[in-house]
């Protein structure tokens, strides 16, 4: 028997110094030896045949639709923050702050289920639900009679934010040519003209039917934060048939091989090669000569050890393969340390941006609600072209991927200290401008590295403990605005040192994925 294994070796080898299984060689974002070598080799093959087919219609659609997922991930915290006042004016809870826990206890369940869940029940379930659902809440929402309902509606439409990214991530990078995994920067873009168009609604709707600061606020002259959920969740309501009715999304071959499916991963590289107008040479047989390279049995396609796999979902295979080695361990457990900083850091601050200038105008004297929403418009559209910024500095091989990351993450935190030296509106208005500026360079990256640092058929668990830990972390934010006083300067400086200490971390990052294909 082991003569058998021996020879299937020998041929294994024979055929990758032939050629006749491109790929197996390439270079990988992770390097070689960190993960399972079949399932090493078998994602560089895979890898090799996406980047002959090129970057096609097939992609370039799926660019569209998954930049729907982006926007919906910053479209309803952003959400959230604009109708904090208005709601709190209206219903006059005592601890407002927990409309902000309620969503994200919503982001926390709906990253970690929709996370792990699709590297069980694959990326397409999950693609086509998570918009729908947030929807859906989003716009019931509208009828909250209370306090508490709309505590409860922030937390199920947040369910299916929660999800957006780290299923969207890993679908759209597991069909990218590694020639172009800076598009994975580029949707961010979606993600800050979210915020463009949120804040461009908002500010009529918000800015003319809204109670004022100060005076007795009734539900009649307070409709415009209902009008303004009404109109996010239908935008939502139409990406999602964007995304279910007009385009047919496939399973990602690198799942499908990472679950001993070669046969439909093989399948559906040829459906894509078609789409785009080209064709592929893949084979089963080149998938298979892979499997010589481990203990030459590879995956087991067979009907026993299938229901075998799937007895085995619930433990924590996924979780531990991203801990296999130490320097997998310590990139996956640094990646998620900045993850929760940043988790903390942003919502401490952004998330009570508009109280705060509402509160700071106040006592500028200009702290109207017209002013405070106009201001938000301004702020979001310097978003803009940081996400761009952010998909260029990343490919300058000085830079790269983690020294983009490092220089944007400390700049935002630098901005934030200086907008404590803000005498008037228009000077914080302008630090405010500067930190969401480099806030959009730090999470254009940020979402880009952190898929490419993971094997596809683990990337669904990595993205789901980064973004966990992202929640958890966000949901302390509201629990210290309760207890903290929002009109010092405190929570910004903690916000600060929070930035700046994950763009440090962000320097000893061992894995640096520019110019390389992810696994």
Avoid at 282 to 305: F, K, P, W, Y
Wanted: hydrophobic share 50%; aromatic share 12%.
């Amino acid at each position: 028997m082991a003569g058998t294994v021996d020879d299937k070796k020998d041929i294994a080898v024979e055929q990758l110094d032939e050629g006749i299984v491109p790929g197996v060689d390439d270079a990988g974002a992770i390097p070689k030896g960190q993960i399972d070598p079949v399932y090493e080799a078998k994602a560089r093959v895979l890898n090799r045949a996406i980047q002959d087919i090129g970057m096609g219609w097939y992609q370039w659609q799926l660019f569209v639709v998954v930049g729907f997922g982006w926007a919906s991930d910053n479209l309803w915290p952003i959400v959230t923050s604009l109708i904090f006042t208005p709601i709190t004016n209206e219903f006059g809870p005592s601890r407002p702050p927990l409309l902000t826990l309620a969503q994200n206890i919503g982001l926390l369940c709906g990253a970690m289920f929709w996370g792990f869940g699709c590297d069980v029940f694959g990326r397409r379930w999950a693609f086509n639900l998570t918009l729908g659902v947030t929807a859906v809440f989003g716009m019931i929402a509208a009828s909250s009679p209370n306090f508490a309902a709309i505590g409860c509606f922030a937390a199920l439409w947040s369910f299916g934010v929660g999800g957006n990214l780290p299923v969207d991530s890993a679908i759209f990078l597991e069909f990218l040519p590694g020639s172009h995994q800076y598009l994975l920067t580029i949707l961010s873009i979606d993600w800050a003209l979210a915020q463009v168009i949120a804040t461009l609604v908002a500010w009529p709707l918000l800015g003319n039917l809204t109670c004022q600061e100060g005076q007795t606020c009734t539900r009649s002259q307070n409709m415009g934060w209902r009008y303004f959920v009404i109109a996010m969740g239908g935008l939502t309501l139409l990406m999602w048939a964007i995304r279910f009715i007009a385009f047919t999304i496939y399973e990602s071959p690198k799942y499908l091989m990472g679950k001993g499916r070669d046969e439909e991963a093989v399948m559906v590289v040829h459906e894509v090669a078609r789409r785009n107008g080209k064709s592929s040479s893949l084979t089963m047989e080149d998938l298979r000569a892979c499997e010589a390279l481990g203990s030459g049995s590879g995956v087991d396609v067979s009907a026993g050890a299938a229901l075998k796999r799937r007895l085995q979902k619930l433990n924590l295979t996924h979780v531990r393969a991203l801990f296999a080695t130490r320097r997998l361990a310590f990139s996956t457990a640094m990646i998620m340390v900045v993850w929760g900083f940043i988790g903390l850091a942003y919502p401490l601050y952004n998330g009570f941006l508009p109280f705060i200038q509402a509160t700071r105008g106040f006592d500028y004297g200009d702290g109207s609600t017209y002013i405070t929403y106009r201001n938000s418009l301004i702020i979001a559209v310097l978003g803009v072209p940081g996400a761009l910024i952010g998909g260029a500095m990343v490919e300058i091989k000085s830079f790269g991927r983690k020294g983009t990351l490092a220089v944007s993450t400390v700049l935002t935190g630098v901005f934030l200290y200086a907008s404590t030296t803000a005498l008037d509106s228009n000077t914080l208005l302008g630090w405010n401008c500067g930190f969401n500026f480099a806030s959009n360079v730090m999470y254009a990256v940020l979402y880009a590295y952190t898929p490419e640092i993971f094997p596809t058929k683990d990337r669904g668990t990595g993205n789901a403990l980064t973004a966990t830990s992202n929640r958890i972390f966000g949901i302390m934010a509201p629990i210290i605005a309760m207890f903290a006083n929002l009109q010092t300067s405190a929570p910004v400086y903690t916000s600060g040192a929070l930035f700046i200490a994950a763009g440090l971390i962000c320097v000893i990052l061992p894995f640096e994925s520019r110019g390389k294909a992810s696994l």
